[in-house]
Structures are given as structure tokens and as C-alpha cells.
């Protein structure tokens, strides 16, 4: 059973990650043989100040 994690700085809409969703499974259908209903897919949303690239925060 596929474990999928996203992480992304800021919020995404529902439709985004519903879209996002749809392609993770479908990919893990054909590359893996991995049926959909099977598959979970987490969207981790972080807020920019809590992010950071080196010494940069995002936010």
C-alpha cells in the first residue's frame, strides 16, 4: 500500500490537490501496479515562516 507525502510551502485548493491526487494514483497504477483505492496521499501545507532554504525563510 503507497505512502505518498506532499509537502508544499503555502495552501493549495481543494481542486489542486484533488487534481495532484489523481495523478499520483493513476502514476502509481501504471509504474507500480498499484490499484488506487490502495493508495494514500497526505498534503502537508507550511506556512512559508516555517520553511526555509539555507538561511531564507520563504515567508
Not at 509537502?7 to 495523478?23: H, M, P, Y
Not at 499520483?24 to 493508495?39: E, G, M, N, Q, R
Amino acid at each position: 500500500m503507497p505512502y505518498v507525502n506532499v509537502k508544499v510551502v503555502g495552501k493549495l485548493s481543494k481542486e489542486q490537490k484533488r487534481k495532484i491526487a489523481s495523478d499520483i494514483s493513476a502514476s502509481l497504477l501504471k509504474h507500480a501496479a498499484k490499484p488506487k483505492d490502495h493508495t494514500y496521499i497526505v498534503f502537508d501545507e507550511v506556512a512559508g515562516e516555517n520553511w526555509a532554504k539555507g538561511d531564507t525563510l520563504f515567508g
